[in-house]
């Protein structure tokens, strides 16, 4: 079956970077693209970009603070965020092209 | 960022049929597929309808949805108190280099 896993949450301080990793499995990796979407406390969910055959492309809102790749021989997707301050707590999510299969979850908090 | 629009709450007794509905743009709603998905509390989102009425395998029938000009709506019918969460509408903007969008989401209540 289809699972995306996540790595777990993390605790950063103001101006660090974090970086969220997202291993697929179930599915011919290659076939789809992944999008990364997070979701702040009490928010909406937010679009930050995606990867589509190796391509990436980012939300205007997030260009120039995020960087999503992929390591197709490990079946992965990367999302890191740089810059962090404390808006950017919230949780981020992977999700399959289609929308069918989201990953977990991963709470990412800034705080000092 | 372009955004959806929803009511903030919903609300119905079990068995009662209700309606949540999306407002978007022409770079939006007006052209492109809509997708609808549920979230209940502590979990990721699930998708729940796609290409405007589309049910993956596993939704049941009494959810449904319908789409007019630049505007979306989702029906459930037979509320079940299992359906109380926050469901949102979603869609893409633009082109190939366009964005995904979201609505802000509606709290579905079952009173």
């Not at chain 1, 790595?7 to 974090?18: D, F, I, R």
């Not at chain 1, 990793?21 to 990796?29: I, L, P």
């Not at chain 1, 492309?57 to 810059?83: C, H, N, P, W």
């Not at chain 2, 802000?104 to 079952?110: E, H, R, S």
Request: proline residues 4%; positive net charge; hydrophobic residues 30%.
């Amino acid at each position: 079956q289809v699972q995306l896993v996540q790595s777990g949450a993390e605790v950063k301080k103001p101006g660090a970077s974090v970086k969220v990793s997202c291993k697929a499995s179930g599915y011919t990796f290659s076939n789809y693209a992944m999008h990364w979407v997070r979701q702040a406390p009490g928010q909406r969910l937010e679009w930050m970009g995606w990867i589509n055959a190796g391509i990436a492309r980012y939300s205007q809102k997030f260009q120039g603070r995020v960087t999503i790749t992929r390591d197709t021989s490990a079946s992965t997707v990367y999302m890191e965020l740089s810059s962090l301050r404390s808006e950017d707590t919230a949780v981020y999510y992977c999700v399959r092209s289609g929308g069918d299969y989201w990953g977990q979850g991963t709470l990412v908090t800034v705080s000092s | 960022q372009s955004v959806l629009t929803q009511p903030p709450s919903a609300s119905g007794t079990p068995g009662q049929r209700v309606t949540i509905s999306c407002s978007g743009s022409s770079s939006n709603i007006g052209s492109n597929p809509v997708d609808w998905y549920q979230q209940l509390p502590g979990t990721a989102p699930k998708l729940l309808i796609y290409s405007h009425n589309q049910r993956p395998s596993g939704v049941p029938d009494r959810f449904s949805a319908s789409k007019s000009g630049t505007s979306a709506s989702l029906a459930i019918s037979g509320l079940q108190s299992e359906d109380e969460g926050d469901y949102y509408c979603a869609a893409w903007d633009g082109g190939l280099n366009g964005l995904w969008v979201f609505g802000g989401g509606t709290k579905l209540t079952v009173l």
